[in-house]
């Protein structure tokens, strides 16, 4: 069992600062813990009314390369009399420190307890990252359950895109925030504030923040179960609470804050550049995606403002690189000139231009070579199945045309390097579709029989990736029932052999073990709370990650809590079955989603919405916004 | 094409900042600043910036040694304190000064001693005397082996660490605190935890890291009689306090 961490009560904490610095000087990573990056915020007593933690339930170095942190720590200490400070899951070395040493869990900036914070706000971005959570508050010295906690305990808040289906975590966590988090955050804060100076209970202020649009307050609704372990709906607990909670959404990207001079970390974190966020949503409508329907409608920012924001935040940070981020940079409607201009920007700045996931038809090939440059990882493309037949069913727009077009072009360009991204395990797949992989494999490498540079040819080599299917809550796959492990391997191994056979290529593809936990956390109901917890209790943490993932840990916490992962992962959902999730509007409607999957089944594509309005129900709030190509912009 | 060499304080929390992020931090201040480095030519050109030794992670430094180059003329006054006024809170530029006549050696590759203080900051000031008095014993001894693994050779390699002690003295009758000058650079270098966990075992008095403070005071060249002189004199004639 780990030592416990008693929590922390008043002056036996004052020299919380010092006993830090005592562990740091035996820790792998200090600068993680240390604090004082460039652009980080220090706020003075007399000048903060409210305590926030933001809680980031994996490692600094992964957190700090999550653009939003660094919004919502802006947001949040832009906000007078609010003071935000960073919470990260300690690293395993350190963790042990801490235990022996009975230092609980504490911020970056002032080095303060969590346990002393008004509010811990957790951000949900991968299921995997769950047991950490039950860690940190456990090293926070506070209660994991909502219903152990005090009136003294810090209230606990979560939301990221995991919290559109936040069942597994309503035990834990007291309220929740869905969809985009600048305006909502504000007014919990506000709330929070009154909250303090009122004296009220924790009830008492849960009443009022359930009343905030977007916040679910998942004690104020039961759960309630057939025979046949299915949900069948809620009870209300409070009646002036929601019967559904909606989505917030920010539609104006040009007014809403961004921050300009983010924190620099010290350490080498994933991406040490400066990001400027595009545009928020997708109108694609690819039937696997859950940030696709989730973020939705599309929120472009101005070109302009792109441009002036690079150019702050390089000269802010110092970064010789930038980047722009959105769920697909390409689809930006004056993608062309923005870069152009970005190109010439970054040039005289002696500053590295990296674009994710830009397709390559509308460029030429001096500017690919410009783009590509800078970037270290060569071509990567995701047609994410193997045939035409099965990209119908999923809704990928990308042909076979597109494919070798693309990669034609680099390979007469010089490259040697192209990585494809694929998912095995997709509704209506067959070994044909897997058959359909290999193919494409194999033709590129003829193209580079065919186009390559006689001198690089040699060292050609094409990368397929494979990933696991896993069916997510609010896309039209959340019905469908994930293969089972066994099937997984056999297609891997399927696939193996067939690539075997073709030069040049190479194979990797996930282990089916965190694909199906992933399955069983995504689609999971309030039970798996116990799980989860046990889980923790067993020793998991940090399940993302390879050297800590213990699956037999989880499926002994399985056992022990009566859960069955089949009935999560494996099982195929009745249409007419009340999902755990069907109390929170994405915006995109059930009925919406139940026709994309009758499409799906019927192989039929849906359109790219920035083409014409497919209906999916985000009109029901919101004007959606249309971009014309290139319009408005020299 | 300008040569300078920056003095600069390294204090507090940023002491567990590595080797490797630091020179990340001066790049992206002197990016900020609007200094251009000049980069080396050749197939694979670098930025011709280095520090002129590392600094363990945890000490603090009151002479800590930066030699850059730049393509612009940048007046020295206006180097510090665009750099005093982008730097993150912990360090401090001193001084910086133009090295054009240092020859073709880098401040690094002249570096021959370092001065160091070591601070005990734990709760035991017992031992004080002990310690105290097994200096001038411990200094006498003709060879001090310390032992130390290797991750290259994957064992206990030992090595002679006596050469390299030139100074090593108390100076405070209250606390402990023991100033030192030792061996750096490329002709025998010592760390001086090393030296104070092997005056420890040699007095048979616990060592526990995180209870001493070592901070580097200065680092020295040595001039024509091969006497040390401070890296501040190194190759310069145009000095700027800042
Ligand atoms: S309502 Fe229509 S235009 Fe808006 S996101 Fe949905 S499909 Fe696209």
Redesign the pocket.
């Known amino acids: 069992m780990r030592p416990a961490v008693h929590r922390a009560e008043g002056k036996k904490y004052m020299y919380l600062s010092d006993r830090v610095e005592r562990l740091l000087t035996k820790v792998n990573k200090p600068a993680s813990y240390m604090g004082g990056e460039l652009n980080s915020v220090r706020k003075m007593p007399e000048e903060t009314e409210l305590y926030w933690g933001f809680c980031f339930p994996d490692l600094y170095e992964i957190g700090m390369s999550y653009l939003g942190l660094q919004i919502i720590y802006h947001v949040l200490n832009s906000c007078p009399g609010v003071y935000c400070q960073r919470i990260f899951a300690p690293g395993d070395d350190m963790e042990q420190l801490m235990r022996q040493e009975n230092v609980p869990l504490f911020t970056v900036e002032d080095r303060q307890a969590a346990s002393e914070l008004d509010v811990l706000g957790f951000t949900l971005q991968y299921e995997l990252s769950f047991t950490n959570i039950v860690n940190m508050l456990d090293l926070a010295g506070v209660p994991a359950l909502s219903t152990k906690r005090s009136e003294d305990d810090p209230i606990i808040a979560a939301g990221g895109n995991c919290s559109f289906n936040p069942e597994p975590l309503s035990d834990i966590i007291d309220f929740f925030m869905i969809g985009d988090g600048e305006d909502v955050l504000i007014e919990v804060s506000e709330l929070l504030k009154k909250k303090k100076k009122e004296g009220w209970t924790r009830r008492e202020f849960l009443e009022h923040v359930s009343r905030i649009k977007g916040v679910y307050v998942p004690s104020f609704y039961e759960p309630q179960y057939g025979d046949d372990g299915c949900m069948t709906g809620y009870r209300k607990l409070y009646n002036s609470a929601p019967d559904r909670v909606v989505k917030r959404i920010v539609m104006d990207m040009d007014s809403v804050d961004f921050p300009l001079k983010p924190i620099v970390p010290f350490m080498e974190t994933v991406h040490d550049r400066s990001v400027i966020e595009l545009f928020r949503?997708c109108?694609r409508g690819c039937r696997f995606c859950q940030a696709g329907m989730i973020c939705?409608?599309?929120r472009e920012r101005s070109p302009e403002l792109v441009r002036r924001f690079a150019s702050e935040s390089l000269a802010n940070t110092g970064y010789d690189e930038m980047s722009l981020l959105s769920l697909s940079t390409s689809d930006y409607s004056q993608i062309e000139p923005l870069v152009r201009d970005l190109m010439a920007d970054c040039k005289q700045k002696d500053t590295g231009l990296s674009l994710p996931s830009l397709r390559l038809d509308s460029f030429s090939e001096d500017m690919l070579r410009e783009i590509q440059e800078f970037r270290k990882t060569g071509l990567t493309f995701a047609p994410e199945a193997g045939t035409q037949r099965l990209r119908n069913i999923i809704n990928k727009s990308i042909t076979d045309e597109h494919i070798y077009g693309a990669a034609e072009k680099v390979i007469k360009m010089g490259y040697t390097n192209i990585k494809l991204y694929f998912m095995v395990g997709l509704p209506g797949e067959t070994d044909e579709d897997l058959d359909g992989i290999a193919e494409i494999a194999k033709n590129i490498v003829w193209l580079n029989k065919k186009y390559g540079d006689e001198k690089k040819k040699g060292r050609f080599n094409v990368t397929v990736s494979v990933s696991n299917f896993v069916p997510k809550a609010d896309t039209p796959f959340q019905w469908a029932a994930q293969d089972s492990p066994e099937e997984f391997d056999r297609k891997h191994i399927y696939l193996k052999e067939q690539l075997r056979k073709v030069k040049h290529c190479s194979f990797q593809y996930h282990g089916t073990d965190t694909s199906e936990l992933e399955a069983v956390l995504a689609r999971g109901d309030r039970r798996l709370g116990k799980t989860i917890i046990r889980a923790w209790e067993l020793g998991c943490k940090f399940d993302g990650w390879t050297e800590f993932f213990d699956f037999e840990k989880w499926k002994q916490a399985f056992a022990d809590t009566g859960a069955d992962i089949d009935f999560y992962a494996h099982r195929a959902r009745g249409e007419s079955e009340y999902l755990p999730w069907d109390i929170m509007d994405c915006g995109?409607t059930k009925k919406y989603m139940l026709h994309e999957l009758h499409e799906a089944m019927n192989e039929i594509q849906t359109q790219d919405?920035r083409k014409g309005?497919?209906?999916?129900?985000?009109?029901r709030f919101v004007e959606?916004p249309v971009y014309e190509q290139g319009a408005n912009y020299s | 094409m300008a040569r300078y060499l920056l003095k600069f304080s390294k204090k507090g929390g940023i002491r567990f900042i590595s080797h490797l992020d630091m020179l990340r931090v001066f790049q992206r201040a002197f990016r900020r600043a609007g200094i251009d480095i000049s980069y080396s030519n050749g197939y694979n050109p670098h930025p011709r910036i280095g520090f002129a030794m590392p600094l363990s992670l945890g000490f603090e430094s009151e002479a800590e040694y930066l030699e850059f180059r730049t393509d612009t003329d940048y007046g020295i006054q206006q180097i510090g304190d665009m750099l005093n006024e982008k730097m993150p809170p912990g360090i401090e530029a001193i001084s910086c000064r133009r090295i054009d006549n240092a020859g073709k050696k880098t401040a690094a590759a002249v570096l021959a001693r370092a001065s160091y203080t070591a601070l005990y900051r734990g709760e035991d000031g017992s031992m004080r005397a002990e310690v105290t008095d097994a200096i001038v014993p411990f200094l006498a001894q003709e060879h001090i082996v310390s032992v130390k693994y290797s991750k290259k050779k994957k064992k206990d390699v030992e090595s002679d660490i006596r050469p390299n002690i030139y100074s090593l003295s108390s100076v405070s009758e209250k606390r402990l605190l023991f100033s030192m000058m030792l061996g750096a650079g490329n002709s025998g270098s010592l760390n001086p935890e090393i030296m104070m966990k092997e005056l420890c075992r040699f007095c048979e008095v616990e060592y526990r890291d995180y209870e001493w403070l070592y901070t580097r005071t200065e680092m020295f060249f040595l001039d024509g009689k091969g006497r040390p002189r401070p890296l501040d004199e190194f190759g310069g004639s145009l000095r700027s306090n800042i």
């Open positions: 949503g109108t939705r409608p599309v995109v919405c309005c497919t209906g999916c129900g985000l009109k959606c």
